[in-house]
């Protein structure tokens, strides 16, 4: 379906169309969509023959409201997106850290050997999401691995969530530390290996995390 389509709907349902017959102004929506009166009309009288909004005409007034099938593709289309969004599926950018990444992950080496199951790699592989809109999107629902807390040398270390993930093929975890300074746009990976030189990549490359659910 036309997007036009999808936003018109979107912002029918918004104004409370979904529940009763609502008055619209023509100009109204297209200000709202950006567009021209006359794609707004066109529009209508598309979903009209699609079954998917009725709407009446009385004078200069305009009343619509959405159909049963209306609202069936609009949920249809929220399943969609929410689908994609918490598939676990995270599309980010490599950037660069503020070089801390390899100490901390030196302290709780040991811990990651014995939770995750691998000797990590002193550094960590830091990416921009790109898709869904933050990390936390893509781990909804998964149960994270604990590294537990500890004391050394007079530092405390708090606890750190690790989630398991494969990027092309190789085994890692992002790992979220109980006080982080990184933003939800962040994903901080750790690895058995250097996965910029073992994937080529460098600050801007596209990756693909899957993450182990």
Do not use: W
Not at 48 to 55: A, F, H, M, T, V
Not at 68 to 82: A, Y
């Amino acid at each position: 379906m036309d997007l036009k389509k999808i936003m018109l709907l979107t912002l029918l349902i918004k104004m409370g169309a979904g529940a009763e017959k609502i008055r619209v102004t023509i100009r109204s929506l297209a200000e709202e969509l950006n567009t021209s009166p006359q794609s707004v009309l066109r529009l209508l009288e598309e979903l009209e023959r699609e079954g998917l909004i009725e709407k009446e005409v009385v004078g200069r007034r305009t009343h619509v409201y959405l159909t049963e099938n209306g609202l069936k593709f609009l949920e249809s289309i929220c399943d969609s997106i929410s689908e994609a969004i918490y598939s676990g599926l995270i599309l980010g950018e490599v950037v660069s850290g503020i070089g801390e990444g390899a100490y901390y992950v030196r302290q709780y080496a040991s811990l990651i050997r014995e939770y995750l199951g691998f000797d990590p790699y002193p550094g960590t592989l830091n990416l921009k999401v790109v898709f869904p809109k933050v990390v936390f999107d893509a781990l909804c629902g998964v149960r994270p691995i604990i590294l537990p807390g500890f004391v050394k040398d007079g530092r405390t270390f708090g606890d750190v969530k690790a989630y398991r993930v494969f990027i092309d093929g190789i085994e890692g975890a992002i790992v979220i530390p109980s006080r982080t300074i990184h933003p939800p746009k962040i994903a901080e990976i750790v690895a058995p290996v250097n996965l910029r030189e073992k994937l080529g990549l460098r600050d801007g490359s596209r990756v693909r995390v899957r993450v182990v659910k």
